[in-house]
């Protein structure tokens, strides 16, 4: 059975957000903070990519949105995704009226708002444990 995850949005960092013609926005992380569900044990989970079908935005520019995140929630159909709104399940596929809102560190914000949103851990999937203290 494949391992599962709770991403944590603080602390976790975006590598771009892209849409594509068939109106998906896509969030790709350069690195997803998140908890091992098994065990507990904090880390960094890469690649990951967060898919919101039939999506439209508002705030900033999708482009500019890149670095550390200072905090974000995901709900479907008004209920939070995961453990709380400030953490998601991984893997994730939810259908249902999406939104999606986040702040990075640099005060850039983004809303999105889509019918589905997907995320999956790929073969290539790799878990970095934390060195924090």
Same mark, same amino acid.
């Given at each position: 059975m ?12 975006l590598?771009g957000?892209?849409?594509?013609p068939?109106m998906?926005?896509r ?18 989970l890469?690649?990951?990519e967060?898919?919101f079908? @039939?999506? $439209?935005? /508002?705030g900033d +520019?999708p482009?500019?949105c890149?670095g550390g995140? *200072?905090h974000g929630s995901?709900?479907v159909d ?7 709104a400030h ?5 994730l596929?939810a259908?249902?009226a999406?939104v999606c ?7 850039t914000?983004?809303r999105?708002?889509?019918? @589905?949103? $997907?995320a /999956?851990?790929? +073969? ?5 444990e934390?060195? *924090?203290?």
């Open positions: 494949p391992e599962t995850y709770c991403l944590h949005w603080p602390d976790s960092e590598a957000v892209t849409q594509d068939s998906a926005l969030l790709r992380f350069a690195a997803a903070f998140c908890r091992r569900t098994a065990d507990g044990v904090a880390g960094y890469r690649p990951v967060l898919v079908h @039939a999506a $439209t935005w /508002r +520019d482009a500019l890149l995140i *200072a995901l709900l008004g209920i939070p995704v995961g453990a709380a953490a998601l399940a991984l893997p596929e259908r249902g999406t809102e986040f702040w990075l560190i640099s005060g914000a983004l999105i708002e889509a019918q @589905a949103v $997907t /999956r851990l790929g +073969d290539d999937v790799s878990f970095h934390s060195l *924090a203290c």
